[in-house]
């Protein structure tokens, strides 16, 4: 049999002691207001990108058919909202670890809400036998 040595009892004047757990270091009010206003920005760019992707699917999907074109218009709305998570990440925002899920819960609700307007929107616009778009004049 072989023999171990015994097992020292941590010493409590260690300062390496991993009893004591890790805290973040506390911002300034700077840093906060610097951070809101950045994920105010990806909120924004968020929406942007929705409006302009929804209405962008009505004439990118237009040869497909039925059910294919709603799987197509859901798969390029993910695209776009990993586009806008890219961009989000690009913006060093320098979330915390504990808030680095707001990168992409930041808006995700609202994206795809008006993702789903627009879409829905401009296809209606554009189909609808009693609209008529001739009406308009541009300036």
């Known amino acids: 049999m072989t023999k171990h040595p015994k097992k020292k009892a ?24 610097r951070r809101k206003r950045l994920l105010d920005r990806l909120f924004w760019v968020r929406i942007g ?19 294919e074109r709603r799987w197509a218009s859901i798969i390029f709305m993910i695209i776009i909202f990993i586009v806008s998570a890219v961009i989000g990440k690009g913006m ?17 609700g609202t994206f795809v809400f008006v993702y789903l307007f627009m879409w829905i929107l401009s296809y209606t616009l554009i189909h609808h036998p009693s609209v008529d778009l001739t009406a308009i004049k541009p300036l």
Do not use: H, Q
Not at 10 to 33: A, H, Q, V
Not at 49 to 67: D, R
Not at 92 to 108: A, F, Q, V
């Open 92 to 108: 060093k925002i320098g979330l915390p670890p504990s808030d680095r899920k707001k990168l992409i819960t930041t808006g995700i």
């Open 10 to 33: 941590p010493d409590s004047n260690d300062p390496t002691n991993g009893d004591i757990p890790e805290t973040e270091p506390i911002d300034t009010e700077d840093e906060l207001t």
């Open 49 to 67: 990108l929705a409006a302009i992707g929804g209405t962008i699917a009505t004439f990118l999907f237009e040869p497909i058919e039925g059910e």
